[in-house]
């Protein structure tokens, strides 16, 4: 016999600022202990579903397993959406989304250096013989070549 113990819990999305043609970055936030048997259900733009995209194309990406969404490059009008995600707990079936939030996209500046949209290591969960996908997070006007 399993005994489970029963645990409230809520989840939300994090967002870093952006430059109009830079990346954002949004982090589905969870309980870690619930992350062992989660997964990122869905995230939602307004009221539409984003689709999981190609790792190579698309307008958005989905890493870490789906717990991070990276929108390739951000428009001012995106500020303008309201982004969310949904997890499911595999063990109760039970799926929460979060409250939407808005990303910050400021206009294009005149001209930029690269410079990095996410500071400090980025942690990557993934399971064994899965995909890992670590990606490069820079900004430059005109675009960087990232090799």
Do not use: F, K
């Amino acid at each position: 016999m399993v005994n489970v113990v029963w645990q409230d819990w809520q989840v939300h999305v994090t967002s870093t600022p952006s430059e109009a043609g830079g990346p954002a970055l949004l982090t589905c936030v969870a309980p870690a202990a619930l992350r062992e048997h989660a997964s990122v259900a869905a995230w939602y733009r307004d009221d539409s579903v984003l689709p999981a995209a190609d790792h190579m194309s698309g307008t958005t990406l989905m890493a870490d397993e789906g717990w991070r969404l990276i929108i390739r490059s951000a428009r001012v009008e995106d500020s303008r959406a309201q982004y969310s995600c949904s997890v499911l707990d595999s063990l109760t079936g039970e799926r929460r989304r979060s409250t939407p939030v808005n990303i910050d996209v400021a206009p294009m500046s005149v001209a930029s250096a690269p410079r990095g949209v996410s500071h400090g290591e980025w942690d990557a969960t993934v399971r064994r013989g899965g995909d890992v996908v670590l990606p490069c997070l820079v900004h430059a006007n005109p675009p960087a070549t990232i090799t």
